[in-house]
């Protein structure tokens, strides 16, 4: 059996990486998003009631 080289290019690598950097990203601007969600619906009441750590343990 004929042992092939391992290709040169860094098209895969690259894409791979590109890929990883844009799921960051994608997961930093959700987690921008559900904080704003949190602080409007806290500001209009729909959360006036704060969970503690403790209480969510509880029931989750």
Known sequence: MKRRMPSLSID????????????????????LRAVANRNFLNGIGKR???WTPEEVARFY
């Open 48 to 50: 006036a009631f704060q």
């Open 12 to 31: 895969l690598p690259m894409s791979v990486l590109r890929h990883k950097l844009s799921q960051e990203q994608e997961r930093k601007a959700q987690a």
